[in-house]
């Protein structure tokens, strides 16, 4: 085939001498017009039909991303942390799509202002009405510190906790907030404690109880119009488990460590009922969900329970996604 009849490129040279139809030059000096932005062709104005079964979407949006967000510690110390946002709306049968860079432009307005869990009912009812949706979410999900200190040494370092703020607001205009928390512990096993003990005093053996590295996770709807901080889901966790994981340790506390987990051993299903008590006697929070995974150093399968409130219409106790509980 001689180089007259070879197949036609668009974006690269068949002669050095000619120039590519189509230019591949970025041009670093043009700037947008309000002429050349109206000229330019939105999708959304054709008159296509949409592709599929023309149905609603009960949620479309953008997952991940990304920005800093500034908070308020609970002694009311400012703070930016990195913050991963989820947020979608509802599609109904007639419409084709939305404009997703919406969702995040509607945030970023917001993004200079110390953000709380009732941040997000703000932002919603701008993106509801932004996008022409019925009902809308937002997550935000981020890494909390909060300084612990050590059991008896005097030292301190910081625990980060995995949390997320979640606000929902539907097409009757009612708002849901919720928070999500987790909370890492240890848990020593009662009935290894027991056999440990019955070994030492009948036969005189050297035995260690088996304990865990462990993690609940508490789900939260609060009440209407309730202020409740990550610090105060963090007590919560902290006076019904008691053995949360430390971050700096000398010896003893090391020993103070061992002997916190001798005075509150505990089954995974003691675990979630501790939790339970403490989070249901908050009238700030209106209904709760618990699911606690025991890494089990016995086994090697894990000890998981679940427990709820309990309302009509509230959390049903059905979270089953027990690998993402591993800590």
């Not at 599609?91 to 919406?102: F, H, V, Y």
């Not at 996008?131 to 008896?152: G, T």
Request: glycine share 6%.
């Amino acid at each position: 085939m001689s180089i007259s009849n070879k197949p036609k490129m668009y974006l690269h040279k068949t002669d050095p001498q000619v120039e590519a139809p189509i230019s591949r030059r970025y041009d670093e000096s043009f700037e947008v017009s309000k002429e050349y932005r109206a000229s330019m062709p939105d999708i959304m104005d054709s008159v296509e039909s949409m592709q599929g079964a023309a149905v609603p979407i009960q949620q479309v949006g953008v997952s991940n991303f990304r920005l800093p967000l500034k908070f308020l510690s609970g002694s009311g110390k400012e703070f930016t942390l990195e913050a991963s946002i989820v947020g979608t709306v509802s599609l109904e049968a007639n419409l084709k799509g939305i404009n997703m860079s919406r969702i995040m432009r509607t945030f970023y307005e917001c993004k200079e202002e110390v953000f709380t869990s009732d941040s997000l009912e703000s932002i919603l009812n701008k993106v509801k009405g932004s996008v022409e949706s019925f009902d809308a979410r937002l997550k935000v999900k981020f890494n909390y510190p909060i300084e612990q200190a050590s059991l008896r040494s005097g030292l301190s370092g910081f625990q980060y906790y995995r949390s997320e703020f979640e606000g929902r607001l539907n097409k009757s205009g009612v708002y849901e907030n919720y928070v999500t928390f987790d909370f890492v512990y240890s848990s020593a096993c009662p009935c290894s404690a027991e056999l440990s003990e019955h070994a030492r005093d009948e036969r005189g053996a050297y035995a260690i109880p088996h304990s865990q590295r462990s993690k609940a996770r508490v789900w939260v709807r609060l009440a209407e119009g309730a202020q409740l901080s990550i610090e105060d889901l963090q007590q919560h966790c902290l006076n019904a488990l008691k053995t949360e994981t430390q971050v700096m340790v000398k010896r003893e506390d090391e020993q103070a460590f061992a002997e916190l987990n001798g005075s509150y051993i505990k089954f995974v299903e003691d675990a979630a009922r501790l939790v339970f008590k403490e989070l249901n006697s908050d009238e700030r929070i209106a209904d709760f969900q618990v699911a606690c995974s025991h890494l089990e150093s016995l086994h090697s399968h894990d000890a998981v329970s679940v427990i709820c409130k309990g309302i009509p219409g509230g959390f049903k106790a059905d979270f089953f996604d027990f690998d993402d509980l591993v800590c």
